[in-house]
Each structure stands twice: as C-alpha cells, then as structure tokens.
Nanobody, 120 residues
Framework: QVQLVESGGGSVQPGDSLRLSCTMA?????????MGWYSQAPGSQRELVAV???????NYRDSVKGRFTISRDNAKNTMYLQMNNLRPDDTAVYYC?????????????WGLGTQVTVSA
C-alpha cells in the first residue's frame, strides 16, 4: 500500500511563496517512481503542474515555468514544489502523484490534496 501525504498549502497573497511537500509512506522504493504535482481548480479538470522523473529530469506546465520548482529527496522519500510569485490563477487543490511502469503495467498513486488559495 502506497500512501502519499501532502502538506504546505495555505492562503497567501499574490506574489507570496509556498513550498508543498509530498512524503511517500510505504515500504516501496520511492526512487523508482516518477513524481508529479497536479492541480485542480473548482469546476476544472485535474492538470499536470510539474513532474520529476526517477533520474531527476523535470517538466513544467507553461504557466508555472520560472516560478515553480519541483525537486525530490530520495533519502527522505519526499518531493517538493517551491511556488514563488504566486498568482490568483494558481488557486487550486494540489495533488501529489507517484507513477511507475513495471511488468507491463502502469502504477499510479495519489495523495488527498492540499489547498492553495491566492487572493489579495
């Protein structure tokens, strides 16, 4: 059983920063997973924000490039999303995802989400 626990969300003003954390609490190997952050605004579908592969390669949604940084610490089984210069349209629930492909199958695990609200 893979459990993902997010933390670090909150209510901030435009221009502020937040750092989200996602810790994998399981006996599986965190380093084997590609990890990602997804956001879901009210009335919208869940969308990819950023992803980091098991080897550390990263990719970002265009709207967050230059403002958000995804990273991982395999020794702590934890992934981070540093969010700078936050904007009101960043407001959403942010979900942590762990993905790997093994034995011809895709394995995806999700956290419960953490709310980020950006307003003046």
């Amino acid at each position: 059983q893979v459990q993902l626990v997010e933390s670090g969300g909150g209510s901030v003003q435009p221009g502020d920063s937040l750092r989200l954390s996602c810790t994998m609490a399981s006996r599986t190997t965190f380093s084997a997973y590609a990890m990602g952050w997804y956001s879901q605004a009210p009335g919208s579908q869940r969308e990819l924000v950023a992803v980091i592969s098991s080897s550390g390669n990263t990719n970002y949604r265009d709207s967050v490039k230059g403002r958000f940084t995804i990273s991982r610490d395999n020794a702590k089984n934890t992934m981070y999303l540093q969010m700078n210069n936050l904007r009101p349209d960043d407001t959403a629930v942010y979900y942590c995802n762990a993905h790997k492909r093994a034995w011809g199958k895709d394995f995806d695990h999700w956290g419960l989400g953490t709310q980020v609200t950006v307003s003046a």
